[in-house]
């Protein structure tokens, strides 16, 4: 009887070890994909703090930014877009949608945030607006890859989201990071950002312009 004792506690004792093995490679697992994490934000951060962007997109198809001159020679001289909303624009074959944003309290037709994607109704009643595709200043429109992006506005970005196939590059101007394009002092707004939506490496949507201070 005695010898199965020490038997079954033997094999008690060779258990154990391998229940905690296996928990504290698990645990190991998740610190290891923790710490990889932080120190991707962390570099992110650091990136954000010291890489100045100063190539700003601030138009689209002849439509500038807070410019109500250039609405209405776009889209109507008797066209009044009113504040705190956004006004929605097909392409002429309506394949792509723009949208401009009036902050509240701005004058009629002072776009402050372009949004620029796909339709996803091309049976909307909408406004057609005369152009195939919709084109910043900087020659930025939906199809491109990454690299033209980056080409045209940069490395000053931070990437926001980032899967297999979807991605998000984000760019942003603070004051008092604005030396070079006084931007946000000719505008007085605190922030300019630019989002950039890309899926399997083609621009599907794209946002920028002034928050809403």
Do not use: W
Not at 28 to 36: A, H, L, N, R, V
Not at 41 to 69: H, L, M, Q, Y
Not at 93 to 107: A, E, F, M, S
């Amino acid at each position: 009887m005695l010898t199965i004792v020490l038997l079954t506690n033997c094999n008690n004792l060779q258990k154990k070890p391998i229940e905690t093995d296996t928990k504290r490679n698990v645990i190991t697992e998740k610190s290891y994909d923790s710490t990889i994490k932080q120190k991707d934000r962390e570099n992110e951060e650091s990136k954000r703090a010291t890489c100045i962007f100063s190539n700003p997109d601030t138009s689209v198809s002849g439509i500038r930014i807070r410019n109500v001159v250039s609405v209405k020679n776009i889209v109507g001289k008797n066209t009044k877009l009113e504040g705190d909303s956004t006004h929605i624009f097909y392409s002429n074959d309506r394949k792509q949608v723009l949208k401009l944003t009036i902050h509240p309290g701005d004058y009629y037709s002072q776009v402050s945030v372009f949004s620029i994607s796909y339709s996803k109704d091309p049976e909307s009643k909408s406004r057609k607006l005369n152009f195939k595709e919709f084109t910043t200043e900087k020659g930025i429109k939906l199809g491109q890859t990454k690299q033209q992006l980056i080409e045209k506005l940069g490395k000053c970005y931070v990437t926001r989201e980032s899967t297999n196939e979807d991605l998000e590059l984000f760019y942003q101007i603070k004051l008092p990071n604005d030396s070079k394009t006084k931007l946000l002092e000719r505008n007085n707004m605190p922030i300019y950002y630019a989002s950039y939506k890309f899926r399997k490496d083609k621009l599907y949507n794209f946002e920028f312009g002034f928050e809403y201070p």
